[in-house]
């Protein structure tokens, strides 16, 4: 079944306001990651987040974990025009080796 | 500091023809993988190597073949191209066996199998 799925599939917002990304996922997790694709590139890693952890921050981002309803969040505070990316969250589903991403957020941050 | 480096960029293949996908790099890491990426459906493992000597198969091995040739260099073989193989192809490292770290991705390869 498909894990980490990222809700909504797409977000639209103007300069300076906050963008907030939601994944669910199935099974229990030793941790969960984000990251963040701009358009023709790799992926790049914004946070891990461990399963007895809560929330963690990071410069303008912050992440959610909430291991009883199985879902995370990302919040990206006073957003800019080169947050304009597509993010993914993704779970080891308690494995050590396979990372299961969802099929991502694309964000656009409006000038 | 190059990280993690795809050769190439871009190919264009016809049915039935065969590439290997090389991926190399230097950040002395433990684990590697490769992904494709297909529109709408997220990144899928292909396979993935824990450590040098071992590799395992991902969520959609079918097509494909890999060899860890060191502990810096990962490739990813397609013996007979499909058109159900054009994607994009990510590979990916770890500086640790297992996930307790990020993964460091290159900027993959464009491949249409015509």
């Known amino acids: 079944s498909q894990q980490g799925e990222e809700d909504p599939q797409a977000l639209s917002i103007q300069e300076g306001e906050n963008a907030t990304m939601n994944c669910s996922y199935k099974?229990?997790?030793?941790?969960l990651q984000w990251y963040r694709q701009n358009s023709g590139r790799g992926l790049v890693h914004l946070i891990l987040?461990?399963?007895?952890?809560r929330e963690k921050h990071s410069g303008r981002l912050r992440v959610t974990l909430d291991t009883s309803k199985k879902s995370s969040s990302l919040l990206i505070t006073a957003s800019r025009a080169a947050d304009t990316a597509s993010y993914f969250c993704?779970?080891?589903?308690?494995?050590?080796?396979?990372?299961?991403f969802g099929k991502g957020t694309l964000l656009t941050v409006n000038p | 500091n190059a990280g993690v480096t795809q050769t190439p960029k871009f190919q264009v293949l016809k049915t039935g023809q065969s590439m290997t996908l090389q991926c190399a790099q230097d950040?002395?890491?433990?684990?590697m993988y490769w992904y494709r990426q297909d529109p709408g459906m997220g990144l899928r493992l292909i396979y993935y190597?824990?450590?040098?000597?071992?590799?395992d198969k991902g969520e959609v091995p079918n097509g494909y073949n890999v060899s860890r040739l060191n502990k810096r260099e990962f490739s990813l073989r397609l013996e007979s191209a499909a058109p159900s193989q054009t994607s994009v192809y990510f590979c990916?490292?770890?500086?640790?066996?297992?996930?307790?770290?990020?993964?460091?991705f290159g900027n993959g390869t464009r491949l249409t199998v015509t």
């Open positions: 099974t229990s997790i030793n941790n």
């Open positions: 190597s824990a450590s040098e000597g071992t590799t």
């Open positions: 950040m002395n890491h433990n684990s």
């Open positions: 993704a779970d080891d589903g308690g494995s050590n080796y396979k990372l299961t």
């Open positions: 990916a490292s770890s500086p640790a066996q297992g996930l307790n770290s990020p993964l460091h």
């Open positions: 987040i461990r399963s007895n952890e």
